[in-house]
């Protein structure tokens, strides 16, 4: 089965999807970019969520994610994922970042979920370059959906034209690839 996978040029805290996913720095705080936007949009109550969470475990590494409520976004919940900020290259980021999807994945499917919309995880403040992220993003996402039932459906949604059309050029070509 071919993975099921859509592009979306728009604001992620407006998606009707089971989850979204929260490109969010180590404190779980809220921030710049998407993680400002989205705890902006969600309330107070995710602060809170986040809150706890960050008592439970302390800081989170990058690679890491966790899921909380989401309180008023059309998701049911939030996967809080960090991603590595860029250091050249030369220090794991594209492992870090490929974790950071996975585990994005894997808590989805863990809880039942079906639908699951993805940022431009580490390419705001962090610097990952753009390209290179897009392309670790299609690449993890989609091997991950061809051995995995659920999530059932990914939206990569960009916030801007130039990283829409990036993701669906790395998808089609993915998809030129799977069918050969």
């Known amino acids: 089965m071919k993975p099921q996978i859509d592009v979306v040029l728009g604001d992620i ?4 999807v089971d989850v979204i996913v929260n490109a969010a720095n ?25 809150k706890i969470v960050r008592q439970q475990q302390g800081e989170l590494a990058p690679g890491h ?10 998701a049911k919940a939030v996967i809080h994922a ?9 220090h794991h980021e594209a492992r870090s970042l ?17 639908t699951i ?19 670790i993003a299609v690449a993890t996402v989609s091997d991950y959906l061809t051995r ?8 990569f949604v960009c916030y ?4 829409a059309r990036l993701y669906q050029r790395l998808l089609t070509q993915r998809g030129q690839e799977l069918d050969a």
């Open 148 to 155: 995995k039932p659920l999530p059932e459906r990914v939206y």
């Open 26 to 50: 180590p404190s779980l705080m809220g921030g710049g970019g998407v993680d400002g936007a989205i705890h902006r949009a969600a309330g107070p109550q995710l602060l809170e969520a986040c």
């Open 65 to 74: 994610a966790v899921i909380t409520i989401a309180g008023d976004l059309p």
């Open 98 to 114: 490929e974790d950071a999807y996975l585990n994005c994945l894997r808590l989805a499917a863990a809880n039942g979920y079906k």
């Open 160 to 163: 801007d034209e130039e990283n």
């Open 117 to 135: 919309a993805f940022p431009a995880i580490s390419t705001g403040v962090y610097g990952f370059p753009k390209a290179a992220a897009a392309a």
């Open 82 to 90: 960090v991603g590595p900020i860029w250091e050249g290259g030369e």
């Open 13 to 16: 805290t407006t998606q009707h």
